[in-house]
């Protein structure tokens, strides 16, 4: 991945067969699958890929348990085939993960065991394991953390875990690999028309300023929440699409939930689920589903829901928690799709919905990690329809994403950068280059050089945040690696004192969103 390749091809190509708005999970995911069939393809993303929603899951790949107590069994079955795909295509990005739902009745016992029962066997041939019962002490030596409290027992079921960041770039760099151009810091301001039918887009470089045309037969609309501004451009009164929903998560230490094993809590205040999830040597705690009217790359967390989480938290678990404790939040709107006569986002579809717009605009909402890449399939599908474009078969059913061969250790570090964690290694047997950003964490000068000169980081929250996730996992502690960091990046990008200021800076302001004060 290198931006100036980009920029220069860009604007040597005369003639595009699809565009893509928007480089999150939906966007990256279509970008693979046109370039994979054979499509000329670019991708154009305002700020860093998955900038926005797409870094701020759960980190988890999964079916949707509460769907099936919905009963949308079609969601439940497409996500859980599509959970196996990506854990098979992209498996050092992946993995299986233990989840124990406690229960405190027989009741509960019977209620519950019989819809998980249902959720492995809708998985069928994609299963990752055996749902069990467990007794109460089966169900506290799983969850160490657990409160015994009332506890009865508990039901042992399967799911997948992922990093959402790392699997976003990997996607950026398989798609390149297959002759998409990709481009970050770049946007569209304007279309170019001919009678009411798109044949253009002017783009904006926001790191020089240049503005530039480019021609296309096709143009995919994948902006997740910020679909509408994107249809503003096409006409000025397109409808709403979404209704965007919060979701807050909350880091703690793993010593308030020791253990490998997710805790999912079936009942909360508001009807949802909660999960406390291990994750890279922490636990993400969430998530809500809060509605909102303001749409912003980097939402707040509103006290009511950091106060939800902590209590429901707290009454499960052997070990509270209080706001000190927390040593990272972080907030992301959900693009759900807006259903008539409904008004709680909680009961909206997480399915996708496509709106074919007059001009040929093809624009998709909705959905979640797990189905990006059916998303995918079914966007580029629509925008060669309405192009009037040859239909070309989809490959990313069995496509690998990534850099990586079997087997894998996970137990190395660097795993997870694939067969190119040997470029990495090597850098660190040089004089420096093995040094540490931070004394606490893993995270080497070597991997920063390599997100600058491999991955697209343009700044430093581009590497703290997004390819390594210090950021998300330890607030303060990236603010304390920022300078380190900013040095070594203006080291490779030739930038000077005052890029390095304002870098450290501006980093900070955001960073700062991520703690609780």
């Known amino acids: 991945m290198n931006r100036q390749e980009s920029l220069n091809t860009i604007q040597s190509t005369k003639q595009w067969d699809i565009l893509i708005i928007g480089g999150g999970a939906t966007g990256l995911g279509t970008a693979l699958d046109a370039a994979s069939r054979g499509y000329k393809t670019l991708l154009v993303e305002k700020n860093d890929f998955g900038k926005g929603t797409s870094s701020k899951a759960t980190k988890l790949v999964h079916g949707g348990v509460r769907y099936l107590a919905q009963g949308n069994i079609k969601l439940v079955m497409e996500a859980l085939k599509e959970r196996g795909r990506l854990l098979r295509n992209a498996p050092h990005l992946t993995s299986r993960l233990s989840f124990v739902l406690p229960v405190y009745s027989i009741w509960d016992y019977f209620y519950y065991g019989i819809g998980l029962l249902l959720y492995d066997l809708l998985s069928a041939n994609w299963s990752l394991g055996t749902t069990r019962v467990l007794s109460k002490k089966g169900a506290l030596k799983a969850l160490p953390g657990l409160s015994s409290k009332g506890l009865v027992g508990g039901v042992r079921f399967y799911d997948g875990q992922f990093d959402d960041?790392?699997?976003?770039?990997?996607?950026?760099?398989?798609?390149?690999?297959?002759?998409?151009?990709?481009?970050?810091?770049?946007?569209?301001?304007?279309?170019?028309?001919?009678?009411?039918?798109?044949?253009?887009?002017?783009?904006?470089?926001?790191?020089?300023?240049?503005?530039?045309?480019?021609?296309?037969?096709?143009?995919?609309?994948?902006?997740?929440?910020?679909?509408?501004?994107?249809?503003?451009?096409?006409?000025?009164?397109?409808?709403?699409?979404?209704?965007?929903?919060?979701?807050?998560?909350?880091?703690?230490?793993?010593?308030?939930?020791?253990?490998?094993?997710?805790?999912?809590?079936?009942?909360?205040?508001?009807?949802?689920?909660?999960?406390?999830?291990?994750?890279?040597?922490?636990?993400?705690?969430?998530?809500?589903?809060?509605?909102?009217?303001?749409?912003?790359?980097?939402?707040?967390?509103?006290?009511?829901?950091?106060?939800?989480?902590?209590?429901?938290?707290?009454?499960?678990?052997?070990?509270?928690?209080?706001?000190?404790?927390?040593?990272?939040?972080?907030?992301?709107?959900?693009?759900?799709?807006?259903?008539?006569?409904?008004?709680?986002?909680?009961?909206?579809?997480?399915?996708?919905?496509?709106?074919?717009?007059?001009?040929?605009?093809?624009?998709?909402?909705?959905?979640?990690?797990?189905?990006?890449?059916k998303m995918a399939q079914d966007a580029v599908d629509n925008a060669v329809f309405v192009a009037g474009g040859k239909k070309l078969a989809c490959k990313t059913k069995q496509l690998p994403i990534g850099n990586w061969q079997k087997p894998l250790d996970k137990t190395v570090r660097l795993f997870e950068y694939g067969n190119d964690a040997a470029v990495i290694r090597s850098w660190m047997q040089q004089p420096n280059w093995a040094e540490l950003i931070h004394p606490n964490y893993a995270y080497t000068k070597a991997e920063i050089r390599w997100h600058v000169e491999a991955e697209m980081a343009m700044t430093v929250e581009d590497v703290l945040a997004r390819r390594i996730r210090l950021l998300f996992l330890d607030a303060k502690a990236a603010m304390e690696a920022a300078p380190i960091v900013a040095a070594l990046m203006a080291e490779l990008l030739q930038k000077d004192q005052h890029w390095q200021e304002t870098q450290v800076n501006s980093f900070r302001v955001v960073a700062q969103q991520y703690l609780l004060s």
């Open 165 to 373: 960041t790392r699997l976003a770039v990997d996607l950026a760099k398989t798609a390149i690999t297959h002759g998409a151009t990709i481009i970050n810091y770049c946007s569209v301001h304007a279309f170019e028309k001919s009678g009411e039918q798109i044949v253009g887009a002017w783009l904006t470089d926001h790191l020089s300023g240049n503005q530039f045309l480019v021609n296309i037969n096709s143009c995919i609309n994948a902006t997740g929440v910020f679909a509408e501004t994107v249809m503003q451009l096409d006409e000025p009164n397109p409808g709403i699409a979404v209704s965007p929903s919060q979701g807050i998560h909350l880091v703690v230490d793993s010593h308030f939930f020791p253990g490998n094993q997710a805790l999912i809590i079936p009942k909360t205040d508001d009807g949802r689920v909660l999960f406390a999830v291990p994750w890279q040597g922490k636990v993400i705690l969430g998530t809500t589903d809060t509605p909102v009217n303001t749409i912003t790359t980097e939402p707040q967390p509103m006290e009511a829901e950091i106060d939800f989480v902590i209590s429901h938290f707290n009454r499960y678990c052997s070990k509270s928690i209080t706001r000190a404790d927390v040593l990272s939040v972080f907030a992301g709107l959900r693009p759900l799709v807006k259903s008539k006569g409904q008004t709680h986002t909680s009961l909206l579809s997480r399915d996708h919905s496509i709106i074919i717009h007059k001009s040929g605009l093809v624009s998709i909402v909705g959905g979640k990690w797990t189905t990006y890449r």
